[in-house]
């Protein structure tokens, strides 16, 4: 057996190729711990996970990753619901709970065309605002959250899917309103609050030629712009049909190419069919009719499917290790397969399988495969 070890991971391998299989469900050396040195291994918290009391320390999350993303907690909806309101419960809430697990903190996300209220973009007589409105507005929206956070949030998603399929500025509210430079400031306004955080550009579908180049390009004119940009947010949520682990190599190497580094912000890997004209990646405004027939694994996934997952993943945290001079972390969107969001998109209410922990919160195959054998 060809086994490549984790960087810095040599005097735990020993130990850990002795225990039987199921050492993962007791064995003390979490995910995170195992990859210390290759980069950070995180999750996404859910919401309800923050509305809680601080006392999570115990929790799966906390136990396994070293980088805390808030699934939806930091969006613009929920962060500054209104002109004159900002609600940091949960925000906050995350920060003591990394704090309590030794975690980063990750912000998700300041600038978005989704889950932002139409007030942002509207004067109060509801008319669409002007240019510099705008710009005053995102301004006090980053320095009052970023701010906050400041010395706290080791990176922030600044601008968040901003690209089309071709790799062209999407057209948002952001873009009409101030123009193509919007995400400039954007940058500008984060690394002014606070200049020591990682700030990233975060898209789905980056294994497509096109849309890594456009991501690229639009790193690079923010770079000339003078602006900091630290990594590329590969957001990571693939399928067990697709992308080849051969798409994914090639856009990693554009990347790496490029000078930049990566962050693998939103990994999870559907094992459920899609209808043939659904899309990949993340498009939340697809949405598509249940039928059986695409949510074949009610009761359980077949040995093969969990094989073939574990071997997807195992697949995956290879092609990582063999980049992880320029990978900072690889972040799961979720912990248990029962929280994950791909159970309702874009078909609501399936059973997907698509985490590292069972709907009961224990490691899968797939946990094997990732912290066992890495090929
Ligand atoms: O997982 C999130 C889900 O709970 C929300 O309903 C959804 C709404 O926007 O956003 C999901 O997270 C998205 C992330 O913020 C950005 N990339 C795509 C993710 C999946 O849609």
């Avoid at 601008?159 to 500025?169: C, K, S």
Wanted: net charge negative.
């Amino acid at each position: 057996m060809n086994i490549r070890l984790v960087k810095g991971m040599g005097l735990l391998w020993s130990s850990l190729f002795l225990l039987p299989s199921s050492w993962a469900a007791t064995a003390s050396i979490s995910i995170a711990q195992l990859y210390q040195g290759s980069f950070l291994v995180g999750t996404a918290i859910k919401s309800s996970d923050l509305k809680k009391p601080p006392s999570l320390s115990s929790s799966l999350s906390c136990r396994e990753f070293n980088a805390f993303t808030a699934e939806n907690a930091m969006k613009w909806e929920h962060i500054h619901p209104t002109p004159d309101t900002y609600d940091f419960s949960m925000s906050d809430q995350l920060i003591t709970m990394a704090q309590q697990c030794d975690a980063k903190v990750i912000g998700h996300t300041l600038v978005w065309h989704q889950q932002t209220p139409d007030w942002v973009f509207q004067d109060s007589q509801g008319n669409a605002l002007s240019r510099d409105a705008l710009l005053v507005r995102l301004k006090d929206h980053i320095d009052t959250v970023v701010g906050r956070y400041k010395g706290k949030v080791y990176g922030w998603d600044v601008v968040n899917e901003a690209l089309n399929e071709d790799g062209t500025l999407r057209d948002t509210p952001w873009r009409n309103i101030i123009g193509d430079d919007y995400f400039i400031y954007a940058y500008r306004y984060a690394r002014a609050a606070d200049p020591d955080a990682q700030l990233y550009y975060n898209d789905f579908n980056l294994y497509k030629k096109a849309k890594v180049e456009g991501a690229i390009t639009l790193v690079n004119q923010l770079l000339e712009a003078g602006e900091k940009v630290d990594a590329i947010g590969m957001q990571g949520h693939y399928s067990l049909f697709y992308p080849s682990l051969n798409e994914i190599e090639q856009s990693v190497q554009a990347i790496v190419n490029a000078g930049l580094s990566i962050a693998v912000t939103e990994l999870d890997v559907s094992v459920l069919p899609l209808p043939d004209d659904a899309f990949s990646g993340a498009d939340i405004t697809q949405s598509f009719a249940a039928h059986p027939v695409y949510d074949p694994y009610t009761s359980r996934l077949p040995e093969a499917q969990e094989q073939q997952l574990a071997e997807t993943y195992q697949g995956l945290f290879a092609l990582f290790l063999k980049y992880a001079d320029n990978v900072d972390r690889i972040t799961f969107w979720g912990a248990s397969d029962a929280d994950s969001w791909r159970n309702n998109w874009p078909i609501r209410g399936r059973t997907d399988y698509p985490l590292l922990f069972d709907r009961q919160g224990r490691p899968k195959l797939a946990y094997q495969y990732v912290t066992q054998f890495i090929p």
